[in-house]
């Protein structure tokens, strides 16, 4: 008997395959090490290979492609409902196994090198970002124990890193100004970092077409498009603009019955990355709406009627959907008519 269709639990240095045929009978249930797993592959008929979307699955995709096999990969959340009873790695790769096969089941498509290059960069951001936030509190709440305050900014924070920079200043003693300086020479480093990689990201959102007309969108600019670029391999795996915005979980939550629909708030699934630029972009535009409302007088009348938060988010949610038609379609993006 040959597998046809082999669910495969990845990890670190152990995998576990487990192989069924045409008829669903269990063909093998195989331990394997990171070594043997290609070898493994290569002497195995082409079939269907299901695969959880977590560390390395797109890696493994790729080879594995190469290879003649078709791969899936699955949102391990869509996989939990077919565990059956205590969780090891055998029970994991039989649930990938049951269900890469069900017809309704979605899929992630497979990241290219190129755009998993680009998303690097994007979390070394988030990174270099979070580093920067924890070294300005640490130096305002070390120099605010000798009441030395500053108003909330960079301009602020400047003001005190320039008292921690004065030898003279006999206000912050020497053993507390040697340790201080060490965070402000961290804080220095970090920003300078924060900028290279900034132009990285731009360089790459202006690198391709469909990034350059995403640039053009109101609310995107080049770290939203590159990351668009680098998160949405295929646009058209998405029915709607309506069903990319449900994936980076800007719809509202549903829970209807009975013929009844009740809307609560955002789902917050799926991507919550490109959600919060998605979401940061939508209140630049409100604020430049406020300022300029003429321009869009569509946006004025939303926040009449609702909080800037929640009108962001709205907007967000058409951003998403003007994005996916922009990628779909080849067009370019053109201002709405004022109504």
Known sequence: MQAVTIGLDIAKSVFQAHGVDEA???????????SRLLEFF???????VGIEACASAHYWAR??????????????SYVKPYLKRQKNDAADA???????????MRFVPVKSVEQQDI???????????????????????????????APVGRAGLERLIDVVADGGDPRIPELARASLLMLVSQLRMVNRQVLENDRRIIAAARSSDVGR??????????????????SVPDPASFKSGRNLSAWVGLVPRQNSSGGKERLGGITKQGDRYLRK???IGAVAVIRFAQRHGARRPWLVRLLARRK???????????????????????????EPLPV
Request: proline fraction near 6%; include cysteine; aromatic fraction near 4%.
């Open 213 to 230: 007309r995403l640039l053009e969108v109101p609310g995107v600019g080049p770290v939203l498009a590159s990351a668009l670029v680098a």
């Open 94 to 104: 039989e649930a990938i196994c049951e269900a890469v096969t069900r017809p309704s």
């Open 277 to 279: 630029l998605l979401v």
């Open 308 to 334: 800037p938060k929640v009108a962001a988010v709205a907007l967000a949610n058409k951003t998403a959907r003007t994005v996916w038609a922009i990628m779909t379609s080849g067009e370019r993006y053109r």
């Open 119 to 149: 998303m690097v960069l994007h979390r070394v951001r988030s990174l270099l970002m979070r580093q920067r936030v924890l070294l300005s509190n640490a130096i305002r709440g070390h120099i605010g124990e000798f009441d030395l305050v």
């Open 42 to 48: 290569q002497k195995q008929p082409r079939c269907l």
């Open 24 to 34: 669903g009978e269990v063909v093998f249930r195989r331990r394997l090490t990171r």
């Open 63 to 76: 080879e594995l492609t190469r290879l003649g096999h078709t791969v899936r990969l699955i949102p391990p």
